[in-house]
């Protein structure tokens, strides 16, 4: 398709456009972060910092035990992965390859269990995780979160599995090679890019949560992850609106830069997630 | 030989090891899904005020419902829900499907250009909601201070104490949030359509606005039925954003289903009575998503 200088032209400028007014809160909370308290008080409001504040995340990172939250966070999301991924990987490849019954109705189910309310599975979660002595712990998140990711990388890696051909399989069962030995040593380094994509986008499924850990954890300072930490900041006393948004650049930075270098396999693992 | 024991080929043994193979996550969600699940509706029907596994079960009763259905907080909640969803799905494909629109087109720099157009989809619910709630400051943010410069209004709005102004402020944080998603899938959908059908149509004499119409639009239609559906879901069940950035106020002016479930259950602890609302929830949003896949169904290629 041939385009004319104007019209090459004016679709940089509509970019140019679309995007600094939709990526103007991200550049903002950068500005703010490196801003100094009068900075943010003065009105018309300034831009860009005339000294950047590059103190301020220092200060953020050693009063608040905010590499605390962001571990903990990891450790959750890790756990929460690793339990799906590995009976996912067992689901997923029994749906792709076997005709069992009843497969077609589970797979159904795994649908609908992507519609059920956080909020309400947390009722009963609750009271199930009290009685287990769960709550406080970051056990209880792994749990919750797998309620969360299950649904999501069943279907996924059924999808991924769909595409790798059969016959890969029987090869090797046809040399010798029983059955559970095919998935280990034939199907899954196939499937390596899409265990990773889909690990990947359960990681952030993870990290995402907000609803179970205000719920399980928040009489649990030292369990408390990145997004429920945050939320404390925002609205104790004043809020000082430099420091929150530098903690807000620590906890948003590890899943932007995820996106902005694996852009390719999160995508993946988003669409094929959606598709049917 | 063992090895014929676990032989594929054997139809008997193939469905042995396909139930065995199921067994974990079968086991898992059973466990952590359908069981809480049913203890949601049992508790639903019971005036309950903090769940215990260990207390005796308290007597049947439709109470909750009864008092949910003749609640005027749940019929607000509904309408806030309705609002909320339609404003917001309406407004994340408008963004969405322009965006996706646009670096679809052939230019320098297309790859990164559509790594940022949906990068807010990588931001937190709880970060943007930092970022929005201090844009949308009363007395420092910059919305206000924008909205003087242009003349809208003379004087500070307070967002958060007015009703239809923090509405608006949570549609704009979930609008901002979610129109990536729409504009991810909007392209993965106009990468499947092959050059080849644009070709042909081409040479058929067809002018861009039929190629864009006739092609484009229907291929698009299925992928976009699975994603409006996703994204209402959304809408309807999110808890981060409202919570954190409005906590359902002010004067429920944005207390959705979702919000009003989990206050009833950790704010008031009448865990029966959210449980009621919740379930209520969950029906609406199978309907709502039966109605809208029934329709996508006839998907045409």
Known sequence: MQRTTLQTLSLYAGLAVVCGVLLFPIYWLFVTALSTLAEIRQLPPSFWPAEPQWSTFAKVGTERPIFLWLWNSTLAALGSVALSMVVSVFAGYSLSRFSVKGGRSLGLFILTAKMLPATLLVIPLFGIFRSMGLIGSLWSLVLAHATLIIPFTTWMLKGYFDTIPRELEQAAMVDGCSPLGALFRVVLPVATPGLAATALYAFVLSWADYAYARTFLTNAQGSWTANLGITTMKGEYVTDWNEISAAAVFIALPIILIYLFLERYLVGGLTAGAEK | MSLRFLDLARPSRQHWLGYLLLLPAVALVALIIVYPLFVSLDLSFQKIGMATLSAPRKPFTLENYHKLFASPDFWNSCWVTIKLVVVVSAACFAVGLGTALLVNNRFKGRTLARLFVALPWAVPEVIAVVIFAWIFDSSFGLMNWLFIK????????????????????????????????????????????????????????????????????????????????????????????????????????????????????????NMGYASAIGIVTLVLCVVASLLMLGRKSQAMY
């Open chain 2, 150 to 269: 242009l003349g809208i209004t003379s004087q500070m709005i307070n967002w958060f104490s007015e009703p239809t102004a923090a509405f608006w402020v949570v549609a704009v944080t979930m609008i901002w949030k979610g129109y990536p998603f729409v504009s991810i899938m909007t392209l993965a959908g106009l990468q499947s359509i092959p050059e080849d059908f644009y070709n042909a149509a081409k040479v058929d004499g067809a002018n861009a606005f039929q190629r864009f119409w006739y092609i484009t639009i229907p291929v698009l239609m299925s992928v976009l039925g699975v994603t409006s559906v996703l994204v209402v879901l959304w809408v309807f069940r999110d808890f981060s954003i409202i919570k954190v950035l409005t906590d359902g106020g002010p004067l429920k002016a944005t207390q959705t289903l979702s919000i009003m479930t989990y206050d009833q259950a950790f704010g008031f602890f």
